[in-house]
């Protein structure tokens, strides 16, 4: 049973950073993509980063690219996701996400609950 946790989201200021962590748990993720998606108020869901748990490829979307980084720890479980010189628009719920299918824009089968993350002008 995979279970994906969620924690880290905050207020913060633009310019500000946050890290966002996602634990998970039900077995080991050799073969998986876990991802990033958010969504802001009023607007649809969106992919935000994903990475391959066991080579470590990662995949943005264009709008976050050299401002937000994905990473994993193997060993706890956890990925994470580095928040750099936010803005106002990445306002928004975001969701850890596992693919079994691995990295390459799959399915997404297995989601947490969602951490806010508010930034303010």
């Known amino acids: 049973q995979v279970q994906l946790v969620e924690s880290g989201g905050g207020l913060v200021q633009a310019g500000g950073s946050l890290r966002l962590s996602c634990a998970a748990s039900g077995r080991t993720f050799d073969g998986y993509a876990m991802g990033w998606f958010r969504q802001a108020p009023g607007k649809e869901r969106e992919f935000v980063a994903a990475?391959?748990?066991?080579?470590?490829?990662?995949a943005y979307v264009d709008s976050v690219k050299g401002r937000f980084t994905i990473s994993r720890d193997n060993a706890k479980n956890t990925m994470y996701l580095q928040m750099n010189s936010l803005k106002p628009e990445d306002t928004a719920v975001y969701y850890c996400a596992a693919d079994p299918g691995g990295l390459g824009w799959g399915d997404y089968q297995y989601w947490g609950q969602g951490t806010q993350v508010t930034v303010s002008s």
């Open positions: 990475i391959s748990w066991s080579d470590g490829r990662t």
